[in-house]
């Protein structure tokens, strides 16, 4: 108390001059119409310019957020579009036994959003890490894909980060894929170069198409769900031996600009990756024999 008191006797003709400043701007606005409207005026400019500024900074922000969503959006409407298209066809009395059971696959299916935090894209083995792992329900073995299509497959976990290895590494999974109407498949692969084209090999000689046609993910692979997108058609060639051709394709998706992704996770993949290991097991000991 004794030192607020000295505070004020010593500021005393300070704090006097502010009370009757106040009292005079008070006096002066409400009794002098035009001043008053000025005031008010530039009063409401400044508010709403620091609600402008309080805005873009809150949209900054959120910015995260509504990458995610977008990403989860168009990653769902990709499996809505498969989905009408063989519920087309079965009303059409054209839907398979294998496509019935890929919907039936696909209900064992959940998403894990994640952050990509570290991105190689000019080597020949590119690595990708994320920032989920094991304590967020990532195992080894799980397919990765974002809003516009595949990404790769998860190699290594910790309890809070994942490396993927991408589509764009040689030591990638040979990935099913399938050209979207009409069913011919092959496998995905990545030599290197350019990051926008990948080829998919060994389609039957027999198979129909044309440039620009969709190749996406057909299901046969324990790892991703079928109908997701892989790229377009951008020509056709020959394989080594003549019989099959080689489609060069331009990938969906923009691996240089990824940040948002989606890690596919089966509730049954556990179970799988243990009946594969057996059956690799059991074959190296037949071999020994």
């Given at each position: 108390m004794r030192n607020l008191l000295e505070f004020l006797q010593r500021h005393?003709?300070?704090?006097?001059?502010?009370?009757?400043?106040?009292?005079?701007?008070?006096?002066?606005?409400q009794y002098n119409s035009y001043q008053g409207s000025v005031w008010f005026t530039s009063a409401n400019a400044v508010v709403g310019r620091i609600y402008t500024w309080s805005s873009a900074a809150e949209s900054f922000f959120s910015?995260?957020?509504v990458n995610?969503?977008?990403?989860?959006r168009n990653y769902?409407?990709?499996?809505?579009?498969?989905?009408?298209?063989?519920?087309?066809?079965?009303?059409?009395?054209?839907?398979?036994?294998?496509?019935?059971?890929?919907?039936?696959?696909?209900?064992?299916?959940q998403l894990i959003p994640?952050?990509?935090v570290s991105n190689e894209l000019d080597r020949q083995d590119n690595l990708i890490t994320i920032d989920r792992?094991?304590?967020?329900?990532?195992?080894?073995?799980?397919?990765?894909?974002?809003?516009?299509?595949?990404?790769?497959?998860?190699?290594?976990t910790s309890s809070h980060y994942s490396v993927v290895i991408p589509i764009l590494n040689s030591?990638?999974?040979?990935?099913?894929?399938?050209?979207r109407g009409y069913g011919y498949f092959g496998v995905l692969r990545w030599y290197g170069g350019d990051i926008r084209y990948a080829y998919v090999e060994d389609i039957p000689r027999h198979a129909r198409f044309k440039r620009g046609d969709w190749v996406e993910t057909n299901g046969y692979s324990s790892i991703f769900p079928a109908g997701v997108l892989v790229g377009r058609i951008e020509q056709a060639s020959n394989s080594r031996d003549g019989l099959s051709?080689?489609?060069k394709i331009r990938l969906s998706t923009d691996f240089g600009n990824l940040r948002d992704v989606l890690v596919i996770s089966d509730k049954s993949i556990a179970e799988r990756m243990r009946l594969m290991q057996a059956a690799k097991d059991s074959l190296k000991l037949n071999v020994k024999e």
């Open positions: 005393y003709n300070w704090l006097l001059f502010i009370v009757l400043e106040i009292i005079s701007l008070v006096l002066l606005l910015l995260k957020q995610e969503g977008l990403t989860l769902y409407l990709e499996r809505q579009v498969t989905q009408l298209r063989r519920l087309h066809a079965e009303a059409t009395d054209t839907v398979s036994r294998q496509e019935q059971k890929e919907l039936d696959i696909l209900s064992q299916y994640a952050k990509v792992g094991s304590a967020d329900g990532v195992e080894i073995g799980m397919g990765v894909v974002c809003g516009k299509g595949i990404v790769g497959v998860t190699y290594l030591h990638s999974s040979r990935i099913s894929c399938a050209i051709y080689r489609l």
